[in-house]
């Protein structure tokens, strides 16, 4: 049997949020919908945050109230406080994906709190979902944060241990500006498979400096199984200083496919999403595969050679 991977699909999410053009709310709605059928086990559909602060996602409830769910996908949404749970639970999310920052510089540009004060409230959030949703909680800057710089893997470690002990469902280790390299992820993921093997554990990468595929790669060899990717490789936190786009799916997905990994994922009807995207968005996307075409997809050799091997 083919080992499996898991992917959550991002895109209407960590994509959207930093597109300076707002998506049409029924846009997003039709891409969350044709993404159901592609065979993600997770869709991160938006997040209920502050419109002041994340205004390209201010449709938040209307998307979340007008999707086609399929059965076999979770949606799950990202919430950085009480506020955002109540509008999540409203609106009949199965995961409430919490975040919060492992440095305290970026948990204050990004949430606008310390990260005690983070803690203190998505403490509440767990209590306010019990019984309603799943838990998950997406910790950022894991790997390094762009103003401070080295995050110390046991400060990583003891904010987990925290969400742990409060019996969250999963837990998601953030690379938010691309700092990740190979070797840190292969450490990285030692140690997260080994203390939280109760937990349903994610990897989420940005491509910023290169290194998503290779960091993916580096976890998979170590067990991970979960990641969180985003279709045409858009995405970005707006309040991290040089983010860019997440792990491009349709790239990640392919990779994987031709390790003879079994991801559960139909690639030719990711792939016409992704072609699709740059015309909704206005702009070319990072993504690779969908422009180049799978590996198997061989180009015709030129006529003047088709008619020098015939003569
Ligand atoms: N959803 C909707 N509105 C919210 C909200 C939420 N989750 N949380 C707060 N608000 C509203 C408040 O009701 C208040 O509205 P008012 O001005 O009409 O009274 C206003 O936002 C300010 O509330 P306050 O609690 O002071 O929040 P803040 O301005 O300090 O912002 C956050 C804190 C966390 C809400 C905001 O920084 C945020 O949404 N950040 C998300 C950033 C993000 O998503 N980054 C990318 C992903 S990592
Ligand atoms: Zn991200």
Not at 87 to 105: F, K, P
Not at 240 to 259: K, R, W, Y
Not at 264 to 289: C, K, N, S, W
Request: charged letters at 20%.
């Amino acid at each position: 049997m083919r080992p499996r991977i898991y992917f959550h699909e991002v895109v209407t999410r960590d994509g959207f949020q930093i597109e300076p053009e707002f998506v049409p709310t029924d846009q997003k709605i039709a891409l969350v919908n044709a993404l159901s059928e592609c065979g993600f086990a997770k869709i991160e559909v938006t997040s209920f945050t502050s419109a002041r602060a994340i205004p390209a996602l201010r449709d938040a409830d209307e998307v979340m109230g007008r999707i086609a769910r399929v059965r076999g996908v979770e949606y799950t949404v990202l919430v950085p406080n009480l506020r955002g749970a109540e509008r999540a639970l409203e609106a009949r999310a199965d995961e409430l994906n919490i975040v919060m920052s492992t440095s305290e510089t970026h948990n204050l540009a990004n949430l606008r709190m310390s990260r005690e004060q983070s803690f203190a409230g998505l403490r509440e959030v767990i209590w306010l979902a019990q019984g309603h949703a799943a838990i998950n909680v997406s910790l950022s800057t894991c790997f390094g944060c762009p103003m401070e710089g080295t995050v110390a893997q046991e400060e990583v470690i003891r904010w987990a241990d925290r969400f742990a002990e409060l019996g969250v469902r999963g837990l998601t280790i953030c690379d938010t500006t691309g700092m990740a390299h190979p070797g840190q992820v292969a450490r990285m993921s030692q140690v997260l498979l080994s203390r939280y093997s109760q937990l349903q554990l994610t990897l989420h990468f940005h491509n910023t400096r290169g290194m998503g595929l290779a960091n993916v790669l580096a976890a998979v060899q170590e067990g991970v199984v979960c990641f969180d990717a985003s279709l045409g490789g858009l995405g970005g936190c707006p309040y991290a200083p040089g983010a860019s786009g997440n792990i491009c799916s349709e790239d990640a997905i392919h990779m994987l496919d031709a390790m003879g990994y079994d991801t559960g994922i139909d690639l030719p009807r990711l792939f016409a999403l992704a072609r699709a995207l740059p015309e909704l968005v206005g702009h070319q996307v990072p993504g690779q595969v969908a422009k180049a075409g799978r590996i198997q997809d061989l180009h015709p050799p030129p006529s003047a050679l088709v008619a020098q091997v015939a003569a």
